[in-house]
């Protein structure tokens, strides 16, 4: 199948098996399980990491990255997406970002499927959404769908301690590893260094997922509420990680009485 030419929508000006593919390659791969990872060894995994000014910053180096992406792709391609098209590319995100913020949190409940199962189910729909792109047009986009529609619910449903979390990351990590072993290069590579290199980073991947097994493992974050590790446990410690995150005043020692 011709990836970006199969599926063509002329009045898009997408293809369909091509955009799926690519937006949560980016949204799954290069963002979220990246996130899921980095707080799942962290402390303050469910406690603000950036006050007013982190965020000031952080916002200007996203729009200069903006900036710099559209300009090096107008190089290469001389590409320039309609003005519809921008305006609804930005609506869009505009939409998901504030349903983001209105997604209700949820309470653990005793009821739900063990991390190993949301391991199993997030690792079995990465080999499908994989795989799908070797099919035809039809059947790649009904394997991608099928993919989202299995990893979305099984979060809903299970996705309650940091372990679950973990378990799902884990799940997303494992599938770029494997998954590269069947991928050739974009540039360079040769006999020796593709195939050094894909067995490296999957090793790579096997061990920081160890690592932070281990860790959770240690951690009571599994025996309902919030971690002893968390911004609670920070504030509970005495700890001056979390004044970085609610400034002097959450740091400031209270009086015993």
Same mark, same amino acid.
């Given at each position: 199948?011709?990836?970006?030419?199969?599926?063509?929508?002329?009045? %898009?000006?997408?293809?369909?098996?091509?955009?799926?593919?690519?937006?949560?390659?980016?949204?799954?791969?290069?963002?979220?399980?990246?996130?899921?990872?980095?707080?799942?060894?962290?402390?303050?995994?469910?406690?603000?990491?950036?006050?007013?000014?982190?965020?000031?910053?952080?916002?200007?180096?996203?729009?200069?990255?903006?900036?710099?992406?559209?300009?090096?792709?107008?190089?290469?391609?001389?590409?320039?997406?309609?003005?519809?098209?921008?305006?609804?590319?930005?609506?869009?995100?505009?939409? %998901?970002?504030?349903?983001?913020?209105?997604?209700?949190?949820?309470?653990?409940?005793?009821?739900?499927?063990?991390?190993?199962?949301?391991?199993?189910?997030?690792?079995?729909? &990465?080999?499908?959404?994989?795989? &799908?792109?070797?099919?035809?047009?039809?059947?790649?986009?009904?394997?991608?769908?099928?993919?989202?529609?299995?990893?979305?619910?099984?979060?809903?449903?299970?996705?309650?301690?940091?372990?679950?979390?973990?378990?799902?990351?884990?799940?997303?990590?494992?599938?770029?590893?494997?998954?590269?072993?069947?991928?050739?290069? %974009?540039?360079?590579? &040769?006999?020796?260094?593709?195939?050094?290199?894909?067995?490296?980073?999957?090793?790579?991947?096997?061990?920081?997922?160890?690592?932070?097994?281990?860790?959770?493992?240690?951690?009571?974050?599994?025996?309902?509420?919030?971690?002893?590790?968390?911004?609670?446990?920070?504030?509970?410690?005495?700890?001056?990680?979390?004044?970085?995150?609610?400034?002097?005043?959450?740091?400031?020692?209270?009086?015993?009485?």
């Amino acid at each position: 199948m011709s990836i970006c030419c199969s599926g063509f929508i002329p009045a %898009l000006g997408i293809a369909v098996p091509w955009t799926l593919f690519v937006l949560a390659l980016h949204t799954v791969w290069s963002i979220s399980v990246p996130i899921a990872l980095v707080e799942s060894g962290s402390r303050r995994a469910s406690a603000p990491w950036l006050r007013t000014p982190g965020l000031i910053v952080t916002s200007v180096l996203f729009l200069l990255g903006a900036a710099a992406t559209t300009l090096s792709s107008w190089a290469n391609g001389r590409f320039w997406a309609s003005w519809p098209q921008l305006i609804t590319v930005l609506v869009i995100a505009v939409l %998901l970002v504030v349903a983001a913020f209105l997604v209700p949190s949820v309470k653990p409940r005793a009821s739900v499927a063990s991390p190993l199962v949301l391991f199993v189910v997030t690792l079995a729909a &990465g080999a499908l959404f994989m795989g &799908g792109m070797r099919l035809g047009t039809v059947p790649a986009v009904i394997a991608m769908l099928v993919a989202f529609a299995a990893v979305l619910g099984a979060l809903i449903a299970w996705a309650r301690t940091p372990a679950h979390v973990l378990a799902a990351a884990s799940g997303g990590a494992l599938t770029y590893a494997w998954h590269s072993f069947f991928l050739h290069p %974009l540039m360079g590579g &040769g006999p020796v260094i593709t195939p050094v290199s894909r067995v490296v980073f999957a090793l790579a991947a096997v061990f920081l997922l160890t690592v932070l097994w281990r860790r959770r493992a240690w951690s009571d974050e599994d025996h309902g509420g919030r971690s002893s590790g968390g911004a609670a446990g920070d504030a509970g410690r005495g700890g001056g990680g979390d004044a970085l995150v609610r400034g002097p005043a959450a740091s400031a020692p209270r009086a015993e009485g």
